[in-house]
């Protein structure tokens, strides 16, 4: 396969330059400026992810259909490539044991044509949108996977909030569009990866002190499902603490096949539901009631809360629940490494099978990466709950 751009003769060196490296295997997926090509490289048999992106729609901020986009492929090489090379700074033992330094894609490379920016990363497995529809499927046909899924779950929050935790205090970085399609994951192991740091931003944290104005933040893009309240209603907001909704979100759907609400705001029933306490009630009016075991659900409503009562890092780093799925993770990566299946734990190939059995058979549906058409909310599910 070859890359489908057609480019003048500089950028065909660059077309070259790849193609001589790297064997094309497919388009992943179509994004607002480009594309993601799967690749191949010819030498090391590792599997890469090549994002493109047409220099003109990112020179004036738009996307292919002409919409204005915040997305900034230079910025995303450019913050990939320092957490990339911070990660490098470590002691083997600490890359060993760290899920903040594994859990985002690392940088490669990145090169400029004429036409288009390539930027190169390592390939992270399928995105957990696509894992979770799949593995609702699974839940769907054997409720007696529950426990097993919950404990899947338990593995990615460990790794995800770790990895958002570490943005926040050590990098002073906030991504800004987590979402289920944002994050990937190796089926062989379980690794999570952080993906699409379009509009992350960094900010300028003076003396180490971390309060809130030093995260505060004017960029209202992102994905609507995942966005907070304050967001939504286009409020400056702590950073941190958008990304911290943004999980609250993640979670609920990995738990229950769905989003909580479509939109952050009043005129969403279920998200004022939810705010005024009463997750239980719409659980139960969904049929979820077993759903999200009882010390997630009590993180989900330090979570779902307005900006200032929001659980911070600190808190979530030391809620039972986030303790529960690192002590989790934990006895996981021993077992594991006891096992010392090395292939396994380096491989993210895309596979049809998980290690802790959860059968994952390849979807007949074609998935779109729009959740609310695959992962129907749960009202749409039973005709008008509240
Ligand atoms: N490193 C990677 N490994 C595996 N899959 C990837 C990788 N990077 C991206 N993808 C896949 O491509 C999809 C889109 O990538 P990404 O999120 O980086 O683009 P995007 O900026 O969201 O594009 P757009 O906003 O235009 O849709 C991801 O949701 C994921 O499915
Ligand atoms: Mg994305």
Redesign the pocket.
Known sequence: MELSIRENSTNFNIKNLISNKYNIIKV???????E?Y?VENKKSKKF??I?TSFRILYENHI?KSGHN?N?DIIK?YCILKHLTLLSHNKTDTEKVCSNDINGF?KFRSFLIGTSHFYLI???????L??YNVKQQKNLKLNQNLTHEWHFVVSYIVAQLIQTVCYFHQTCHLCHL?LSL??I?INEHNLQI?I??F?LALFFDVKNGNNNCHQFKCKQFGGKTLYKSPEMTNQQPFDARAADIWSIGVIIFTLFCGAPPFEIANEKDLRYQHIMDDKLDDLLSIWKLDHAIPDDAKDLLRAIFKPEKQRITDEQMLSHPYVIKCNVLKHNMDCERLLEQKPENLSS?LPVSTSPLSISVTPSPISVT?SPISVLQSPMSTSPSPI
Do not use: A, H, R, W
Request: glycine letters at 12%.
């Open positions: 992943l997926q179509s994004t607002v400026q480009g993601i799967l890469y992810v994002k996307s986009v997305e995303e894609v990363v390592e390939y992270g497995g399928i995105d949108f696509e569009d399609e944002n990937l990866k993906c699409d379009g993210p990466p």
